[in-house]
C-alpha cells in the first residue's frame, strides 16, 4: 500500500498528565469507566478492561470530544488513534494492527471518508461523513477489495437510499433491499417514484444488487 498520512506518534499525551482518574461505574463484562477531572473539570474519559490495561482514551471539553483520541486492542497494541476538534474528527487519523501501521485518513470537521481496514491492510469499511454525520455511502467490505457484504445510505444523518445485504455466496439476503426515505422505510415503487425527482436518493440499478463495488478513491490511493 502507498505511505498512510503522517499522524502525531503514541507517545504524545491525549489528557494532562496531573488529571485525576475518577472511577465512574464497572459494565457487565468487568471493563471500568473513568472520568479524568483537572480542576473540578472533566478533561478526558478513560475505559481500562478487568486486568487494568487502557481500552479506550479520550479527550474531552465541555462535554465534546476535543483533542486526542485513541484506542488499544486486547493485547495491549494501540489500534487507531484520532482527533476531534469542538466534537468533530478532524485532521488525519491513523490505524495499527499489531504495532504495524495499516491505513490512515483524513477528515475535515467531520467532512469526508471514514476507512477502517482489515489486518491485512483491505478495506473493512467505508464511511462518508458530513460535518460529523453519516452522509452519503456505508460500506462493509468481505475483505478482497473487491466485493461488500452490506451497503446502506444516509442523508445528514438518516437512512436515505437503498440497503442491501448479501450472504457467503454473494447472493442478496432474504429482505433485501430494503428502500429508505428520510429514515422511513418504503416501497419500492414509492422509492422509485420519489428518486426520479429527488437526486439525494440513490438511483435503483439491476448491477447494485451484485455485490461488486469500486473502491473508494481515498482509499485506492493509497493501496494501490
Known amino acids: 500500500m502507498g505511505t498512510p498520512h503522517r499522524a502525531l506518534g503514541p507517545s504524545i499525551a491525549v489528557i494532562p498528565a496531573d488529571a485525576e482518574d475518577v472511577f465512574v461505574e464497572a459494565t457487565t463484562n468487568g471493563e471500568q469507566r473513568y472520568d479524568c477531572v483537572l480542576h473540578g473539570q472533566i478533561v478526558g474519559y478513560r475505559l481500562r478492561d478487568a486486568a487494568g490495561r487502557l481500552v479506550i482514551e479520550r479527550a474531552v471539553k ?124 418504503v416501497k419500492k415503487r414509492q422509492y422509485l417514484r420519489a428518486a426520479a425527482s429527488d437526486h439525494s436518493l440513490p438511483p435503483f440499478r439491476d448491477a447494485d444488487n451484485a455485490p461488486r463495488r469500486p473502491l473508494p478513491r481515498e482509499y485506492a490511493e493509497q493501496c494501490c
Open 62 to 185: 465541555d462535554g465534546v470530544r476535543h483533542g486526542r483520541e485513541r484506542h488499544w486492542g486486547s493485547e495491549g497494541h494501540l489500534e487507531f488513534e484520532t482527533t476531534y476538534v469542538n466534537g468533530l474528527e478532524h485532521g488525519v487519523a491513523q490505524q495499527w494492527c499489531k504495532g504495524r501501521v495499516v491505513g490512515s485518513y483524513r477528515l475535515e470537521y467531520g467532512t469526508g471518508v471514514d476507512l477502517w481496514r482489515h489486518c491485512t491492510a483491505a478495506l473493512a469499511e467505508e464511511r462518508h461523513c458530513q460535518q460529523g454525520d453519516r452522509h452519503g455511502f456505508e460500506r462493509w467490505w468481505t475483505g478482497d477489495d473487491v466485493t461488500v457484504w452490506e451497503e446502506g445510505h444516509y442523508w445528514h444523518g438518516e437512512p436515505h437510499g437503498i440497503f442491501r445485504a448479501w450472504n457467503a455466496h454473494g447472493r442478496l439476503r432474504r429482505g433485501y433491499p430494503q428502500y429508505m426515505i428520510r429514515g422511513r422505510r
